[in-house]
């Protein structure tokens, strides 16, 4: 029986640091829960000399990570460096050193997951990465275990938090996507480079996580189907809420007899649906299983002590396996064939925002596309457009397949009553 637990901590930044803050402050806790302390032993930084307000010894700190590594006394690595080549390189050492891993890097796991699960059942040790979706949100542990006896057929969710932060202060606070940005870099929400927030390459990434864990299959960042909030036109928000919807860059995933599909985009949800109401920094995640029916995972989605929070509580899992010598016993393949839809396959309703010239003739020649294309209409509004000469065509479809949609919207742009299709979303719910 050891009679402690020694950790190796990769990188010492905002979640490093709490992660060290967190193991500080709740011992107690731990040991109670453990039956053993959990020790700092090594921690790997880039520059020795830089000043940190921590009460662990400078004399663990090294930048060296084969010191780490080649420590036979260290149990158990947590990786909280970030970025990707050096992440992974780290990661696939310490799995070949025979030293269990933590990680919070949803980058390395959203492209290398499934390799990197794999050489942990080769070497017998486990690998844990509930924090690499979702910040402080159970989300991982839930789909592995507590829904591990659920078919889950679909997910949609908010599940970055820098997005929602700027949308929720454009629409509660009047702001710009300017100014929103600036606020949500200022208070650390969003990195000083933000395309991969903003672009929802972020959201893409976190997807994958889930959408490989929910369906049990493999999913690849190419399987995503990516618009990132950019594609938010002035006045759309304004809109939306006319019509009784909230605007949201959300990740979907779904399964069928057919495949899967997953998409991260700016969606239209109904004001009633629990989404619409998730603002600021927060993330939430809706669950729909075969068995348990809809649920939804809500909390915060960034931050140093909620994520923190959730490498913490997978140290205290991967403890538990150490102490139980049932480490490295779980096998991660998956159980399905990937199985990707195409386009004619996906189906949903889909909002349409057209400028066009006003002219005599104009709406059932656009009305008369849409037939072309076996597509019916549910709504169908006008908008005058004060400042330019023109109208706002607002048409909002039944259901149609994703390639409905887009060879509608560029047939659309080819005809000479168009002045450009200026917006169009997916509307999440039922009609």
């Given amino acids: 029986m050891k009679n402690e637990i020694n950790i190796g901590l990769l990188g010492f930044g905002v979640v490093g640091s709490g992660v060290a803050k967190i193991l500080q402050n709740h011992q107690d806790d731990l040991r109670h829960k453990l039956g053993v302390p959990v020790v700092i032993k090594k921690v790997l930084v880039k520059d020795l000399h830089k000043k940190r307000e921590t009460i662990l010894s400078s004399e663990i700190f090294t930048n060296d990570l084969n010191e780490v590594l080649g420590d036979p006394s260290i149990d158990l690595i947590v990786e909280v460096i970030g970025g990707t080549s050096e992440a992974k390189k780290a990661i696939e050492s310490s799995l ?11 980058d390395v796991m959203a492209v290398s997951g499934l390799e990197l699960l794999k050489l942990a059942d080769e070497n017998k040790c486990d690998l844990f990465y509930e924090a690499s979706v979702g910040g402080g949100i159970p989300l991982i542990r839930t789909l592995e275990d507590g829904l591990a006896s659920d078919r889950i057929s679909a997910l949609t969710g908010i599940v970055n938090g820098t997005t929602n932060f700027i949308l929720t202060k454009m629409k509660h606070d009047k702001m710009t996507y300017e100014d929103a940005l600036a606020e949500a870099t200022a208070l650390g929400f969003a990195e000083a480079d933000p395309s991969a927030d903003v672009d929802g390459i972020d959201a893409a990434r976190k997807m994958v996580i889930l959408a490989s864990l929910s369906f049990s299959t493999e999913v690849l960042l190419e399987d995503v189907f990516v618009r990132g909030m950019k594609e938010i036109k002035e006045g759309d928000l304004e809109l939306a809420e006319q019509f009784g919807y909230t605007v949201k860059l959300a990740g979907s995933a779904k399964k069928d007899e057919e495949g899967i599909e997953v998409a991260v985009e700016p969606v239209l949800f109904p004001n009633s649906h629990p989404l619409a109401s998730v603002n600021n920094e927060f993330n939430a995640v809706y669950i729909y299983g075969d ?8 909390g915060p989605g960034a931050g140093s002590l909620p994520t923190a929070t959730s490498v ?11 102490l139980l010598g049932v480490n490295g016993k779980r096998l991660h393949a998956p159980q399905y064939a990937r199985k990707v839809k195409s386009d004619s396959k996906k189906f949903a309703r889909y909002f349409h925002r057209i400028r066009v010239k006003d002219e005599v003739g104009v709406l059932t020649k656009l009305t008369s596309i849409y037939s072309d294309y076996d597509a019916s209409l549910a709504t169908v509004i006008q908008h005058p457009d004060k400042k330019e000469a023109g109208a706002d065509l607002i048409f909002i479809t039944h259901k149609i397949s994703r390639q409905q949609h887009l ?15 200026l917006s169009h979303y997916r509307v999440e719910g039922e009609e």
Avoid: Q, S
Wanted: glycine share 12%; proline share 2%.
């Fill in 312 to 322: 913490t509580g997978d140290i205290v899992a991967a403890c538990r396996n150490l």
């Fill in 96 to 106: 070949r050193a025979g030293k269990g891993v933590v990680t919070a890097n949803k």
């Fill in 407 to 421: 060879d509608i919207v560029k047939k659309l742009n080819e005809t000479p009553e168009v002045i450009g299709v």
């Fill in 291 to 298: 068995a348990v029916g809809e649920t939804m995972f809500y």
